[in-house]
C-alpha cells in the first residue's frame, strides 16, 4: 500500500518559519516528481511548489521564500517555508503529481499551517 505520511505544520508568527515533511513508503521505486499544495478555507487548491529528480519548480506566491527538496535514501520530500505570511494560512499537501488534473497521484493526509500573531 503506497502512502505520503506527513510532519509538520503548526501555528508561526509573521515572518517565521516552518518545514513541512512528507515521507513515502510502500513505493517500489521512489516517484520522480513530487508537489506541494494548499488549500485555504473557501479557496481553490493551489499548487505551490513541483521537483522532478532535482529540477525545482515554484509558483509566484512562493518563489524566494519556500525550498522543496527531497532525500530519496530516506524516501523523504521536504518544504522549507521562510518569511511566511498570514496569507499562508492553510491545509498543505504533498503529493506524487505536479498535475494532478492529468496524473491523480497518490496525497498525503495534509498539514495545517496558521500564520498569524
Known amino acids: 500500500q503506497v502512502q505520503l505520511v506527513q510532519t509538520g505544520g503548526g501555528l508561526v508568527q509573521p515572518g517565521g518559519s516552518l518545514t513541512l515533511s512528507c515521507a513515502g513508503s510502500?513505493?517500489?521505486?521512489?516517484?520522480?516528481?513530487f508537489g506541494w499544495f494548499r488549500q485555504a478555507p473557501g479557496k481553490a487548491r493551489e499548487r505551490l511548489s513541483c521537483i522532478t529528480g532535482s529540477e525545482t519548480y515554484y509558483e509566484w506566491p512562493v518563489k524566494g521564500r519556500f525550498t522543496i527538496s527531497r532525500d530519496n535514501a530516506k524516501n523523504m520530500v521536504y518544504l522549507q517555508m521562510n518569511d511566511l505570511k498570514p496569507e499562508d494560512t492553510a491545509l498543505y499537501y504533498c503529493?506524487?503529481?505536479?498535475?494532478?488534473?492529468?496524473?491523480?497521484?497518490?496525497w498525503g493526509q495534509g498539514s495545517q499551517v496558521t500564520v498569524s500573531s
Open positions: 503529493a506524487t503529481t505536479c498535475r494532478p488534473g492529468v496524473v491523480p497521484g497518490t
Open positions: 510502500g513505493f517500489t521505486l521512489m516517484p520522480e516528481t
